[in-house]
């Protein structure tokens, strides 16, 4: 799928977005949880995780780079499960998942990395 993901965007469950390297990937997992393994010779260690498990699985759930910044998990009824807190006087928001182990929310018109994993490796 690539390892960006443009503003308004909706992802949805099983969807993943992998670093130009191919070394670390993205996931929104069935299980209603999103995360960033690092692939490696001996398989994939999760290295962050939204911590959003839901035994009742991701059924309609999305995650969305909304337009005002925030990168949020949403459930079926709209309920906001876990958001970045990232809101800030965007244009034009994205996800970049990063061949240094970050994913990070950037803009294509202010300067910097508003958000991110916390991750580089």
């Known amino acids: 799928m690539g390892d960006r993901v443009e503003g308004d965007t909706p992802i949805?469950?099983?969807?993943?977005?992998?670093?130009?390297?191919?070394?670390?990937?993205?996931?929104?997992?069935?299980?209603?949880?999103?995360?960033l393994y690092k692939r490696n010779d001996d398989g994939s260690e999760a290295i962050w995780a939204s911590n959003t498990y839901s035994d009742e699985g991701s059924t309609n759930h999305s995650v969305l780079v909304q337009l005002d910044g925030n990168f949020v998990l949403y459930n079926a009824d709209g309920q906001a499960l876990w958001a970045s807190?990232?809101?800030?006087?965007?244009?034009?928001?994205?996800?970049?998942?990063?061949?240094?182990?970050?994913?990070?929310?950037?803009?294509?018109?202010?300067?910097g990395c508003h958000w991110s994993t916390g991750t580089s490796q």
């Open 12 to 35: 949805y469950p099983g969807q993943e977005f992998v670093s130009a390297s191919g070394e670390y990937q993205l996931i929104f997992q069935e299980d209603s949880n999103l995360v």
């Open 85 to 111: 807190g990232s809101n800030y006087d965007a244009v034009k928001p994205y996800i970049l998942v990063q061949d240094d182990g970050n994913v990070c929310l950037y803009d294509e018109e202010v300067e």
